[in-house]
């Protein structure tokens, strides 16, 4: 943790910030590893850390020797404020997309009266988690794993007769016990025509009947997500799908191959939008092509054609190129990768992409 806490702190130093308030549970955890967060962060700038939170979670707070933490009896936000007032703090930066106006609104209200500065920052500690150290990215590596024994699963269980609720089900069983009794996020079972919708919700009178169906699952490991997308065929497929999974493959193929430090991910990006929109089926393809992942299924960076992110060694991004066909059918296939020096170490596909 102490090295976390010392990026932050040079981050705080730059933009002359005495200290920031940390509101978002994931950050939080991140730099103190306290699992239970539910309060407030302050993190000054000589690294101290002071966690605000009500009496539910005192003792295990307490359980923790990095940290001095205030327990609120009354007002957790004059609490916060009466403590950066006694730090003689002066400019106090705020999670800008993280926190609630209404929160907001009753911190500003308080510092205010005690002539403190209150000043947004954005992505302040997600750019530091966004570089992952080699503990975080065994954690990764291993809800990887865990995430394509699923798909191993799906090919053991899967039946005609099953709807994709009842298949959606045993998926998030399985991940949760082969994880930490969580998963990274809710799974997408789609079939037939329903794979043509991104972010499908399974339901239940949806049969597995049609000739294929995609799924959309990560668990999570200690914390840690995967994500990672397949499509599952039955018998024989039309020559018209086979043309789109194999567009859909190679455009994956070829942002894949732009994987490197120091790379923009609007040209990673490029690689696989340009192929799509050659081949066509530009306008099918709607989202990025990949995302962050680590302590949330979805970090910075996010691999889209305007985005001005340049990728670093240990960043581990999903690469999920698509061409969604409405009434017909969807193809996406994602896998993980971590960046390297020269090029992008692909974590999945064990299980064939």
Known sequence: MKSRIEKCVSQLKALSLGAVVFSKAVNISYLSGFREADGYLLLSQDGELIYFTNFIYEYEAKDLNTWKVVVARGNIFKELSNTIKSLHLRRIGFEAKNIPYL???????????????????????????????????????????????????????????????QLNIEIERFLRI???????????????????????AAREGRRLSENFFLIDLGAKYYEYCADLTRVFTWGKITPFFRRIYDIVRKAQDLSIKKIKDGVTVKEVDNAARSFIEKKGYGQFFGHGTGHGVGLEVHEIPFVGPRSEEILREGMVITIEPAIYLKGKFGIRIEDMVLVGKNKGEVLSGNFCR
Request: proline share 3%; with cysteine.
């Open 103 to 165: 929160e907001y609104s009753k911190i500003k209200q308080y510092l205010i009266a005690n002539g403190i500065e209150l000043c947004e920052t954005v992505d302040l500690l997600e750019k530091i988690r966004a570089i992952k150290e080699p503990g975080e990215i065994s954690l990764i590596k291993k809800a990887t794993s865990i995430s394509e024994e699923a798909f191993e699963f799906v090919m053991e269980i899967r039946d005609k007769a099953m709807t994709e609720k």
């Open 178 to 200: 082969r994880g930490s009794n969580s998963i990274a996020f809710p799974a997408v079972v789609a079939s037939g025509a329903n794979s043509a919708l991104p972010h499908h």
